[in-house]
């Protein structure tokens, strides 16, 4: 069955935190410390975080039965880390649940979040993607993303496991 996508509201807040979290734990957990992964979710992901971005972002969600993932975005800074322009709208997040992987949701969520009046109005797009996550980075590249700089990822103790890779994409039609 395919997921239907719809804009989440307040009301999706509880729903939309824990599969933020849970997704983000099985994406990532066994590349931190129990401590750095906790403190990653309780600082980035916790229902008060994710209640001040879902009334700053837009947040689209994809459905069957049950959320299965979303995609939030919305405008970027004008400068990042590495002194790359970001100017434009930016991706934020796009996850999707681990049973629901590889069937579609991920490319639903990013063509609907590209074609949002939100993200059209801007010339470019960008997203941060962890270094490791190939089957993210192949999903972007299918839309004409391309690296265009990369920034450490700092953990609580300020150390770097590792780093998210800055992709663009040009206004453009796939």
């Known amino acids: 069955m395919e997921a239907r996508i719809r804009t989440a509201v307040a009301r999706d807040l509880p729903v939309l935190t824990a599969l933020a979290q849970r997704t983000y734990a099985e994406a990532y957990g066994q590349d ?10 309780n600082t980035h992901l916790s229902p008060q975080r994710m209640n001040q971005m879902l009334r700053r972002d837009t947040f ?4 069957t ?5 979303f995609v939030q975005f919305g405008e970027a800074g004008r400068a990042d880390l590495t002194g790359t322009d970001t100017s434009g709208a930016e991706v934020r997040r796009l996850y999707v649940a681990a049973h629901a992987q590889n069937r579609g949701t991920g490319t639903l969520l990013l063509q609907a ?3 949002h009046p ?3 109005a801007f010339a470019g797009v960008y ?7 190939l089957g993210a980075r192949r999903l972007y590249a299918r839309f004409g993303f391309v690296q265009v700089g ?5 953990d609580a103790e300020g150390a770097s496991p590792g780093a998210d890779l ?3 994409r040009s206004r453009m039609r796939v």
């Open 32 to 41: 931190m410390t129990q401590v750095a992964l906790e403190w990653h979710l």
């Open 60 to 63: 689209l969600v994809a459905e």
């Open 65 to 69: 039965d049950q959320m299965i993932g």
């Open 113 to 115: 979040a590209l074609d």
């Open 118 to 120: 939100r993200i059209e």
């Open 127 to 133: 997203v941060g993607v962890w270094h490791t996550n």
């Open 150 to 154: 990369e920034k450490p990822y700092l």
């Open 166 to 168: 800055l992709l663009r």
